[in-house]
Nanobody, 127 residues
Framework: QVQLVESGGGLVQAGGSLRLSCAAS????????MGWFRQAPGKEREFVAA????????YYANSLKGRFTISRDNAENTVYLQMNSLKPEDTAVYYC????????????????????WGQGTQVTVSS
Protein backbone atom coordinates (compact mmCIF):
# COMPACT_ATOMS: atom_id res chain seq x y z
CA GLN A 1 0.00 0.00 0.00
CA VAL A 2 1.17 3.50 -0.74
CA GLN A 3 2.48 5.92 1.88
CA LEU A 4 2.09 9.64 1.29
CA VAL A 5 4.08 12.48 2.81
CA GLU A 6 3.18 16.11 2.18
CA SER A 7 5.64 18.98 2.36
CA GLY A 8 5.98 22.57 1.28
CA GLY A 9 3.55 24.22 3.63
CA GLY A 10 4.39 27.28 5.67
CA LEU A 11 3.56 30.89 6.39
CA VAL A 12 3.04 33.20 3.42
CA GLN A 13 1.59 36.67 2.96
CA ALA A 14 -1.63 37.18 1.07
CA GLY A 15 -0.95 37.29 -2.65
CA GLY A 16 2.00 34.95 -2.35
CA SER A 17 2.55 31.45 -3.69
CA LEU A 18 3.42 28.03 -2.36
CA ARG A 19 4.00 24.67 -3.99
CA LEU A 20 3.01 21.64 -2.00
CA SER A 21 4.52 18.25 -2.71
CA CYS A 22 3.15 14.81 -1.95
CA ALA A 23 5.85 12.17 -2.11
CA ALA A 24 4.78 8.56 -2.33
CA SER A 25 6.61 5.47 -1.18
CA UNK A 26 6.02 1.69 -1.07
CA UNK A 27 4.04 1.91 -4.30
CA UNK A 28 4.10 3.78 -7.57
CA UNK A 29 1.63 6.65 -7.83
CA UNK A 30 1.22 5.75 -11.50
CA UNK A 31 -1.32 3.21 -10.25
CA UNK A 32 -3.44 5.83 -8.48
CA UNK A 33 -5.74 8.72 -9.07
CA MET A 34 -4.65 11.50 -6.73
CA GLY A 35 -6.30 14.36 -4.92
CA TRP A 36 -5.71 17.27 -2.60
CA PHE A 37 -8.03 18.26 0.23
CA ARG A 38 -7.84 20.85 2.97
CA GLN A 39 -9.26 21.32 6.43
CA ALA A 40 -9.50 24.62 8.22
CA PRO A 41 -10.02 24.82 12.01
CA GLY A 42 -13.58 23.99 12.94
CA LYS A 43 -14.50 23.00 9.39
CA GLU A 44 -14.89 19.78 7.51
CA ARG A 45 -12.24 18.51 5.15
CA GLU A 46 -13.01 19.85 1.69
CA PHE A 47 -11.99 18.95 -1.83
CA VAL A 48 -9.34 21.09 -3.51
CA ALA A 49 -8.15 19.37 -6.68
CA ALA A 50 -7.88 15.97 -8.34
CA UNK A 51 -5.91 14.38 -11.14
CA UNK A 52 -6.61 11.14 -12.97
CA UNK A 53 -4.29 8.17 -13.07
CA UNK A 54 -3.77 8.59 -16.81
CA UNK A 55 -4.00 11.35 -19.42
CA UNK A 56 -3.61 14.17 -16.91
CA UNK A 57 -7.29 14.99 -16.47
CA UNK A 58 -7.77 17.48 -13.66
CA TYR A 59 -10.63 18.98 -11.71
CA TYR A 60 -10.79 21.80 -9.18
CA ALA A 61 -13.11 23.16 -6.57
CA ASN A 62 -14.98 26.01 -8.23
CA SER A 63 -13.67 28.63 -5.84
CA LEU A 64 -10.06 27.69 -6.57
CA LYS A 65 -10.05 27.52 -10.35
CA GLY A 66 -7.39 29.70 -11.86
CA ARG A 67 -5.33 29.97 -8.68
CA PHE A 68 -4.41 26.35 -7.90
CA THR A 69 -2.84 23.77 -10.22
CA ILE A 70 -2.46 20.07 -9.56
CA SER A 71 0.16 18.06 -11.41
CA ARG A 72 1.94 14.75 -11.14
CA ASP A 73 5.40 13.46 -11.94
CA ASN A 74 5.20 9.70 -12.00
CA ALA A 75 8.95 9.40 -12.52
CA GLU A 76 9.49 11.29 -9.25
CA ASN A 77 6.55 9.49 -7.62
CA THR A 78 5.25 12.88 -6.53
CA VAL A 79 2.11 14.96 -6.89
CA TYR A 80 2.18 18.73 -6.63
CA LEU A 81 -0.22 21.52 -5.80
CA GLN A 82 0.85 24.94 -7.02
CA MET A 83 -1.03 27.64 -5.13
CA ASN A 84 -0.94 31.24 -6.37
CA SER A 85 -2.59 34.47 -5.25
CA LEU A 86 -3.10 32.99 -1.81
CA LYS A 87 -5.76 34.44 0.46
CA PRO A 88 -6.19 34.25 4.25
CA GLU A 89 -9.16 31.94 3.71
CA ASP A 90 -6.80 29.41 2.12
CA THR A 91 -5.32 28.82 5.58
CA ALA A 92 -5.74 25.12 6.38
CA VAL A 93 -4.01 21.81 6.72
CA TYR A 94 -3.60 20.39 3.23
CA TYR A 95 -3.77 16.65 2.65
CA CYS A 96 -3.01 14.54 -0.39
CA UNK A 97 -4.85 11.32 -1.05
CA UNK A 98 -4.58 8.33 -3.37
CA UNK A 99 -7.10 5.96 -4.88
CA UNK A 100 -6.16 2.79 -6.77
CA UNK A 101 -7.62 3.39 -10.19
CA UNK A 102 -7.86 1.66 -13.56
CA UNK A 103 -6.05 3.25 -16.46
CA UNK A 104 -8.14 6.16 -17.65
CA UNK A 105 -9.06 9.78 -17.23
CA UNK A 106 -11.40 9.52 -14.26
CA UNK A 107 -10.76 11.69 -11.23
CA UNK A 108 -12.41 11.64 -7.83
CA UNK A 109 -13.69 14.51 -5.71
CA UNK A 110 -15.19 12.86 -2.63
CA UNK A 111 -13.34 12.28 0.62
CA UNK A 112 -14.72 8.76 0.80
CA UNK A 113 -13.44 7.97 -2.68
CA UNK A 114 -9.85 7.85 -1.45
CA UNK A 115 -8.15 4.98 0.31
CA UNK A 116 -4.83 6.47 1.41
CA TRP A 117 -4.00 9.79 3.04
CA GLY A 118 -0.95 11.72 4.07
CA GLN A 119 -0.50 13.36 7.44
CA GLY A 120 -1.04 16.88 6.10
CA THR A 121 0.98 20.07 5.84
CA GLN A 122 -0.03 23.39 7.37
CA VAL A 123 -0.53 26.41 5.14
CA THR A 124 -1.03 29.76 6.83
CA VAL A 125 -1.76 32.89 4.83
CA SER A 126 -1.42 36.19 6.66
CA SER A 127 -3.33 39.30 5.67
Amino acid sequence: QVQLVESGGGLVQAGGSLRLSCAASRSAISRYAMGWFRQAPGKEREFVAAISRSYGSTYYANSLKGRFTISRDNAENTVYLQMNSLKPEDTAVYYCAAKPSPVGSRYYTGRNDYDYWGQGTQVTVSS
